[in-house]
């Protein structure tokens, strides 16, 4: 029985269509087209546009709670929709799940190419330049109300001037980023 | 003529990249050079790069997320 | 079938090739996995569970075309590339006419236009924030759906970034009522097609993303053959 599912598997393997769609990686383009569709069906469904980081921000209040802090009185969190989020907790959270979700449908299609696999950490310099770099991240996304989804892939879809500016910010950051990576992180 | 590894395991994009750019450099026509990685996006972009170049490229599942991506240096 | 465009190095690496390991079950396992979640979430929310399978989807897509934000805005300067940044400016002229349809529908029976909340002030915060941003994504190779999909892929370091871009977040939200005062809240929020009218705002969009598309390719070619 083991043997047979074992055949089984290893003949799907070989198979033209799973070589093709679910083992090759896709054209960028492919992609891009497959992302855009699902940008629009996310948003005559939800009547919002997709969004990442801003979760994050809850995340961060949800584990500071626990913590014992308390973000009641910042500014970010004072309106009435930010803190029923808050009180409703991550479970209620749709933006939060639609996050997770981006994380095991990306773990299953590298399970399903079988290409998975734990990739340590190479050298201190790593733990150090994701550290910053993810610092500066959700600062930034937090100054810019977005990241690189919310404010400018879905802000420029939107047609809204912030996502060009946005746009413009990203373009000068990845430049100052570039040359730090190189001198410091290589 | 002669193979060169280079170890890029644990790497994560650009460095294979910027790093495979460079050791080409160094190499002869007609040189091999075997660039190891496990970061999926670096076995797209680094033989894109190369085919780009015109070189000759080949990229190999030597395991579960990890290729060689061979490149022989052809002109 | 692994005979195909092979090249005179192939001689050399079939000698020590280990059996690999076929992890397709665990694949499926894991979409019975995500349908089962989704069906117990629906039994809470339609909203959550919906949210719960386009998040899963998007993670497909971007996981199989290896879509890398970061490497759209990085390479150009940094290995000459622009592949990736063509079919981001694609992505966005696509799904810039599929929103402005809807948007319009929605003008044009009289109802509230959806999505607005994504049209935000520009003010420095705008810039400033694209920067810090742009800056951290490169370092921390990935952006924040970069990071997630990489966390799903198995990568170490871009957990350790996920944990802190969410320490980042809570410090952001901490300072927000500073920028929120001093810039954010006195930036305009300018919807183009306000200035321009519908179709003008998409069709300049569309030239705007055209002119870029065609810049960046020149620029590949021209990078390409300069060194």
């Keep these: 029985m083991a043997e047979n599912k074992k055949k089984f598997f290893d003949k799907v393997k070989t198979n033209e269509y799973y070589v093709r769609w679910g083992k090759n990686p896709y054209t960028y383009v492919t992609a891009a087209i497959l992302l855009s569709l699902f940008q629009i069906v996310t948003f005559s469904v939800t009547r919002n546009p997709w969004g990442v980081s801003n979760a994050f921000a809850y995340w961060g209040a949800w584990v500071f709670e626990a913590l014992g802090g308390s973000v009641d009185k910042w500014y970010f969190f004072a309106s009435s929709g930010a803190q029923s989020i808050l009180e409703e907790g991550f479970l209620n959270h749709a933006a939060t799940w639609r996050n997770i979700g981006v994380i095991t449908g990306a773990l299953a299609a590298t399970l399903l190419a079988s290409g998975f696999k734990i990739k340590k ?7 150090v330049a994701a550290v910053i770099g993810g610092l500066m991240m959700g600062y930034g996304a937090r100054l810019a109300l977005g ?4 404010a400018f892939y879905s802000g420029i879809s939107s047609l809204a001037l912030s ?7 990203l373009f000068i950051g990845a430049i100052f980023g ?3 990576l190189v001198k410091y992180f290589m | 003529m002669k193979e060169v590894m280079l170890d890029c395991y644990g790497e994560a994009c650009p460095v294979p990249l910027v790093k495979a750019q460079n050791k080409i450099k160094e190499l002869e026509v007609g040189d091999v050079l075997i660039v190891q990685i496990d970061h999926s996006c670096a076995m797209k972009n680094v033989p894109e790069w190369a085919r780009k170049e015109g070189y000759n490229v080949e990229v190999e599942e030597i395991d579960d997320g990890e290729w060689e991506v061979i490149i022989e240096k052809s002109k | 079938m692994a ?8 001689r050399r690496s079939s000698t020590r090739r280990k059996p690999k390991k076929n992890q397709i079950p665990f694949g499926l396992l894991t979409v019975a996995a995500i349908v089962l979640i ?13 949210f719960w399978m386009t998040g899963n989807i998007f993670g497909y897509i971007l996981q199989k075309g290896r879509v890398c934000f970061t490497a759209s805005m990085r390479d150009p300067y940094l290995t000459g590339g622009t592949t990736l940044t063509r079919a981001i400016i ?14 319009y529908g929605y003008s044009v029976a009289g109802l509230p236009i959806p999505g607005m909340g994504f049209v935000q002030p520009v003010s420095i915060a705008t810039v400033l924030g694209g920067i810090i941003f742009g800056t951290g994504m490169v370092i921390a190779g990935g952006c924040a759906s970069g990071t997630l999909m990489r966390v799903g892929e198995g990568f170490i370091m871009n ?26 809240s006195n930036g305009p929020r300018i919807f183009l097609p306000d200035i321009f009218g519908w179709f003008g705002a998409v069709a300049l969009q569309l030239l705007v993303l055209f002119a870029l598309y065609v810049f960046a390719e020149r620029y590949e070619i021209k990078r390409g053959a300069s060194h």
């Excluded at chain 1, 996502?163 to 910010?169: L, N, Q």
């Design chain 1, 178 to 180: 570039s040359k730090l």
């Design chain 1, 163 to 169: 996502g060009w500016v946005f746009a413009i910010g």
């Design chain 3, 159 to 184: 957990t350790i970034a996920l944990v802190f871009f969410v320490v980042g977040s809570l410090w952001g939200a901490h300072d927000f009522g500073w920028w929120s005062e001093k810039f954010i």
């Design chain 1, 147 to 150: 990241c690189n989804i919310g």
């Design chain 3, 3 to 10: 005979e195909q465009t092979r090249t005179a190095s192939s």
């Design chain 3, 38 to 50: 989704g069906l117990w979430l629906n039994t809470r929310s339609t909203t959550i569970a919906f």
């Design chain 1, 121 to 127: 950490i190479k050298s201190p310099k790593q733990i």
């Design chain 3, 90 to 103: 694609i992505a966005l002229a696509v799904t810039t006419i599929g929103f402005t349809a809807i948007k």
